[in-house]
């Protein structure tokens, strides 16, 4: 691939990731509140009704012409919406960046299904972040059905699970041949034990939490959550997830004490989204920063 096709694709990438966001800003405002379609009617001004011109529905740029106000009623346009599409197209254009110039895996059909399990993994946990933090849940028809999807992608998709667990721990050509199984099956259980392993241990900090706390601690929705993310992540990456979930939520937190003087209820679906993202985007620097402090601690080399 030449660097001017590598630059096209880059481009493309960009901004596909902006048309997705403002289709994510769509879910996000209308799977909550389960009273209409996420596909009609078309959209608009939630305050005067009326319909939005494809024109003032350019991602971000129309945002930005309009002033953040509607053209008809001038009511202000709440800033999420382009804050949505910039992040989406961002990730988009970030995963294309590591995919076409940095990727380990061969180019062609492999690299072009992990961009794709990357982009559909982000932005379904963008929807479920911004729902979680204005609703305090997390749809159904995201968790429930990514679950089903996380088996069927880790079956047809193996090889996913090489780039989320730790290095030289798991290979999944050197174990499948144990089992003597195909690499797709063992793909299908690699998802389902990483469901059941997502799922089951965030239940289980639940339960423990009513026990100690005398009220709930976890929601269902997070357990849902992470089976759907397991699957996805397989059973190391999605341990590793969790940990970095506690780590970023209590973080928070602390500094949210601190500036507030208050704790305040804190849902925990943006945290184990946020935990899973670190794992898709970035799992090899996850393991390798472990290998380092575990080095230090035992008093090894830097």
């Known amino acids: 691939m030449t660097p001017v096709q590598r630059l096209v694709l880059l481009i493309f990438a960009g901004i596909f990731g902006l048309l997705v966001g403002s289709f994510l800003n769509v879910c996000i405002f209308r799977l909550p509140r389960e009273c209409m379609s996420i596909v009609k009617p078309r959209s608009r001004c939630i305050s005067c009704r009326n319909f939005i011109a494809w024109y003032d529905n350019i991602p971000v740029a129309s945002w930005l012409i309009l002033g953040g106000r509607c053209r008809h009623c001038k009511v202000p346009i709440s800033p999420r919406y382009a804050a949505v599409e910039l992040l989406t197209g961002a990730i988009f254009a970030w995963g294309a960046y590591v995919q076409l110039y940095h990727g380990t895996l061969p180019e062609g059909w492999q690299r072009a299904a992990w961009f794709g399990v990357q982009s559909g993994l982000a932005s379904a946990l963008i929807v479920c972040t911004f729902i979680d933090l204005e609703f305090t849940i997390l749809p159904d028809e995201i968790t429930l059905w990514g679950i089903v999807l996380g088996l069927a992608t880790g079956t047809a998709f193996p090889f996913?699970?090489?780039?989320?667990?730790?290095?030289?721990?798991?290979?999944?050509?050197?174990?499948?041949p144990m089992f003597g199984v195909n690499r797709h099956v063992l793909g299908l259980v690699l998802a389902a034990f990483g469901a059941v392993a997502g799922g089951g241990?965030?239940?289980?900090?639940?339960?423990?939490?009513?026990?100690?706390?005398?009220?709930?601690?976890m929601g269902f929705g997070d357990v849902k959550l992470m089976a759907f993310l397991?699957?996805?992540l397989g059973p190391?990456?999605?341990?590793?997830?969790?940990?970095?979930?506690v780590f970023l939520g209590a973080f928070f937190g602390i500094g949210k004490l601190i500036i507030l003087r208050r704790m305040g209820y804190v849902p925990f679906g943006p945290f184990l989204s946020a935990g899973a993202l670190v794992m898709v985007f970035a799992a090899r620097h996850v393991w390798d920063g472990l290998d380092v402090y575990f080095d230090f601690v035992r008093g090894g080399k830097l």
């Open 160 to 176: 996913i699970y090489e780039l989320t667990s730790k290095p030289g721990v798991f290979m999944l050509g050197d174990v499948w």
């Open 201 to 217: 241990l965030i239940w289980l900090i639940g339960v423990l939490g009513k026990l100690v706390f005398r009220k709930e601690a």
């Open 230 to 232: 397991g699957a996805f």
């Open 236 to 245: 190391q990456a999605i341990v590793m997830s969790l940990f970095l979930a």
